[in-house]
């Protein structure tokens, strides 16, 4: 949960990262998206509503003393499950402003990763991705579940490059990855 000062973001700002480590690694993931038994939660601050409500903590603080420190193996109320083998796609980020100069391109860098091409938010950032990794507009639209001409919009005057393509387990570009995970509350 993202804090601020001695408090939590609220509103729209809310977010919540799973990190992970181990002998010598670390890493974290920014929860963007969910697959309930309910449907699909999209967004951040989306994510945080649903974990509160599931998790009947009332707040961002709340939930935050229920899981902080916690595992997320199955004893804990936030877990993360196997769910097999699946593809994962590098996509630029999404909501990052363009109102100020961007000297080291960050804006367009491939650190947004995801399971589902079709996924509602950050269609432009999306099909960019996509493009980039090689795929044509007609793979990119079948993908994401678009028209042709929708992602021929959001891609105009991108050139394809090998960018977002699928990432081998020992680069840091999109991947198959074995397991897969879910997560369950």
Known sequence: LHRVGRGFRGGSFKGV???CG?????????LRTLDTPDGRVCGPSLVV?????????????????????????????????????????RTPRVGLSTKTAD?????EAPYRFLSDPAVAKGRRETARGLVASGLDLAEVAA?????????????????????????????A?????????STTV
């Not at 000297?103 to 804006?107: A, K």
């Not at 570009?173 to 995970?181: C, W």
Request: glycine residues 16%.
């Open 17 to 19: 990262d799973l990190v």
């Open 173 to 181: 570009r999109d991947t198959s990855i074995t397991p897969s995970t």
């Open 49 to 89: 509503d649903w974990l509160i409500e599931r998790t009947r903590t009332g707040s961002v603080a709340g939930l935050y003393a229920k899981i902080r420190g916690r595992s997320a193996r199955r004893e804990g109320p936030l877990w993360v499950a196997g769910a097999g083998e699946t593809r994962v796609w």
């Open 143 to 171: 993908l994401m579940k678009a028209r042709e001409g929708s992602v021929a919009r959001w891609t105009a005057g991108q050139s394809r490059s090998d960018g977002g393509r699928q990432v081998q387990s020992s680069e």
């Open 22 to 30: 181990g002998d010598g690694w670390v890493g974290g993931v920014l």
């Open 103 to 107: 000297p080291r391109g960050f804006r």
